[in-house]
């Protein structure tokens, strides 16, 4: 149990266009998922704190308005790259937080890989 | 804010030994310190955590200490396998399932 996806794996697009990345809960509902954005060769860094039915927390130095978070329902939240550019091309990883028994534990999804021509 | 750094960036050792990855953060409030090991081209995947009341928990052949007055954290793998190469991250968060801020990561590799 407890597996999260993403959709699609990797993605190919062309400058200006928009893109976006599914990232899923498969056996659990998750009030909380996280977005992260991880260069070659670098940490993962967290882009923006989704909860369900409420707007997203962006981190400092992230676009609102150039990456766009809906988490419309327990199981979904979606990553919309707006007007994308090659310095948008990057791993994007989700993570889903499942409450369980009074606990948190949170888990991660495959990734989407990111290329902009 | 919380920063995490990590050390050695890199870790080469031979099949059979111990390897031994550290992190220290900033942020007293933090709670959490779990251990995640990426393959190439996928997410990260939890491997071990440790909750701040605890100084080391061990699981198999991976074990973790936390000194919380030092604010330091490491990760032990002994008997080290080939597969066990990977791109490690240890990461901090004030409670668990929450927020994570990732060390810089560790590129570890096992030579047979």
């Known amino acids: 149990g407890a597996v999260v996806s993403q959709h699609p794996s990797w993605v190919i697009c062309k400058s200006g266009t928009s893109v976006k990345i599914e990232c899923r809960s498969l056996d659990f509902q998750a009030t909380t998922m996280f977005w992260y954005r991880q260069f070659p060769k670098q940490s993962l860094m967290l882009m923006a704190t989704?909860?369900?039915?409420?707007?997203?927390?962006?981190e400092q130095g992230v676009e609102k308005d150039k990456f766009l978070i809906n988490h419309a329902s327990l199981t979904l939240s979606t990553l919309t790259v707006t007007s994308a550019h090659p310095e948008d091309s990057s791993f994007y990883i989700c993570s889903a937080r499942r409450l369980a028994g009074g606990d948190n534990e949170q888990f991660f999804g495959p990734g989407t890989r990111l290329t902009v021509l | 804010g919380e920063n995490v750094e990590q050390h050695p960036s890199t870790l080469s050792v031979q099949e059979g030994d111990s390897a031994v990855i550290k992190c220290t953060y900033s942020d007293s409030a933090s709670n959490y310190f779990p251990w995640y090991k990426q393959e190439l081209g996928k997410g990260p995947q939890l491997i071990i955590d440790i909750r701040s009341n605890v100084g080391e928990k061990k699981d198999q052949r991976i074990a973790v200490t936390l000194n919380k007055t030092a604010k330091h954290f490491s990760l032990h793998i002994t008997e080290t396998q080939p597969e066990d190469s990977a791109v490690y991250f240890c990461a901090a968060s004030v409670l668990r399932g929450g927020k994570l801020i990732f060390g810089q990561g560790t590129e570890l590799s096992v030579k047979p």
């Open positions: 989704s909860n369900e039915g409420s707007k997203a927390t962006y």
